[in-house]
């Protein structure tokens, strides 16, 4: 069981046996057959470690501006809801994460949602949320594992299925499709980027910078300096006893400065990672596709596409996260029963992914709406789900992303009805 969980939710092992089944049904020989099937493993990794890099530095930076400005309530994390979820219901979990794959192949083989779904972490988070909503209702491990299997396989193929016409968009071509399950979310930014689209050429990356600010150009180095702020800023508000908590003995002052340079260097490993292990998946999945799934492509991570509009991803970062400290103001205003708080990393990928969706429509101006819109639903969305995982004993921690409260809302009130 222990081996199934870890091999499905390595995506870089299951991307690296894609491959070489690809290539081998290519009847490339052994040294192009290694090659290939080592540099998409590596590759996947790389951007692993820079996607790790990232999170963990935007973690930190969450945890000083939440002590600077005394934002207290429930941390709107993926991770640390799962680990709250796999502590109580791991065997549900486990098997509904392995039901849910078996059943995307299946769904993909047999319906017109040919998207195979390779993001192993967000699927875990899928079956968590899944295997709760049932929990919730009273159901045993039986239905839970068949019910939350089947709903997160059909949802592995169907939801990138939405974001496809703007993929194509994005990337001039249709051989990947978005596998983050926020895809109502990005979907829906790409509409709303319509409503600018006679400015759909005044993209985020044609933007025009005053001189003194040509260095943003570099994506890289505009993104150091917005980072540099932003930490600076929070590790202010915080105050050195806060930071030094985080800082494991670096001077508090000092510890920012690493911490923002550190993130901007997790976000160039990412992106080189990307770049290695795409351009292998690419050609060995139309062969593996054509053998088992015709006419299927893969569903991977968001960071895939940051390329195609880097600065876009820092737009969107600023403007969800923006968004997000809006929404906790809401819900202080109007008494809710709790708040949640946005998750800078999870601004940062899911905000900075609907910038892209915005852009590809309504150039930045669409970028900044629909990445605003979709960083409010970031925070309102798991606000619907609370009481239903509260009674089990999920209180510190909620799911924020829209396709999982979106889609574990349906399946909530639909069981609701018979109760």
Same mark, same amino acid.
């Given at each position: 069981? =222990? ?16 491959? &070489? ?5 290519? *009847? ?36 000083? &501006?939440?002590?600077?400005? /005394? +934002? ?21 979990? =486990? ?41 919730? /209702? ?15 396989? !059909? ?6 299925? #939405?974001?496809?016409? &703007? ?17 109502? %979310? ?12 006679? /400015? ?27 980072? #540099? +702020? ?52 690419? =050609? ?12 299927? *492509?893969?569903?991977?991570? @968001? ?39 946005? $998750?800078? /990393? ?5 905000? %900075? ?13 669409? $970028? ?9 639903? #970031?925070? !309102?969305?798991? @606000? ?22 979106? @889609? ?12």
């Amino acid at each position: 069981m =222990s081996f199934l969980v870890s091999l499905l939710s390595t995506p870089a092992i299951l991307l690296a046996v894609v491959s &070489f089944v690809g290539l081998v049904s290519q *009847r490339k020989s052994p040294t192009q057959v290694f090659t290939g099937t080592a540099k998409t493993a590596i590759g996947f990794l790389i951007f692993g470690i820079g996607a790790s890099t990232m999170t963990t530095t935007l973690q930190n930076f969450n945890a000083m &501006f939440t002590a600077g400005f /005394h +934002i207290n309530g429930v941390i709107a994390s993926p991770e640390a809801a799962t680990a709250l979820a796999q502590s109580k219901f791991g065997f549900a979990v =486990s098997m509904t994460l392995i039901i849910g794959f078996v059943m995307n192949l299946v769904f993909a083989r047999i319906t017109p949602f040919k998207n195979v779904f390779f993001t192993g972490g967000h699927s875990l988070f899928f079956a968590c949320v899944l295997a709760l909503v049932m929990k919730a /209702h009273g159901f045993g491990d039986t239905w839970t594992i068949v019910v939350g299997g089947t709903i997160l396989g !059909f949802c592995s193929a169907a939801l990138p299925q #939405l974001c496809q016409p &703007f993929m194509r968009k994005i990337t001039g071509g249709d051989f990947q499709a978005i596998g983050h399950f926020n895809m109502i %979310g990005y979907a829906l930014s790409g509409l709303l980027g319509n409503l600018f689209k006679k /400015h759909s050429d005044d993209t985020t990356e044609n933007m025009k910078f005053p001189k003194w600010l040509s260095f943003f150009k570099d994506f890289l180095m505009g993104f150091a300096f917005v980072m #540099l +702020i932003l930490f600076y800023i929070s590790a202010i508000a915080a105050g050195k006893t806060a930071v030094l908590k985080l800082s494991g003995g670096t001077d508090w002052l000092v510890f920012p400065l690493i911490q923002a340079l550190t993130c901007t260097a997790g976000i160039s490993v990412l992106m080189t990672g990307v770049r290695m292990f795409l351009a292998e998946i690419t =050609s060995a999945f139309t062969a593996f596709s054509e053998k088992f799934i015709p006419g299927s *492509r893969p569903a991977l991570d @968001v960071p895939t596409i940051f390329p195609y509009a880097p600065t876009a991803v820092l737009v969107g970062f600023l403007s969800s996260y923006a968004a997000g400290l809006i929404g906790v103001a809401i819900m202080v205003m109007f008494h809710f029963s709790m708040v949640i708080i946005p $998750a800078a /990393h999870i601004c940062f990928f899911s905000g %900075g992914t609907a910038a892209i969706f915005g852009n590809s429509t309504g150039g930045w101006r669409g $970028a900044v709406f629909g990445s605003f819109v979709v960083g409010l639903l #970031l925070v !309102f969305l798991p @606000v619907m789900l609370y009481p239903a995982f509260s009674q089990l004993g999920i209180t510190t921690a909620m799911f924020p992303n829209v396709d999982y409260n979106v @889609v574990g809302s349906l399946l909530n009130g639909f069981l609701g009805l018979f109760h």
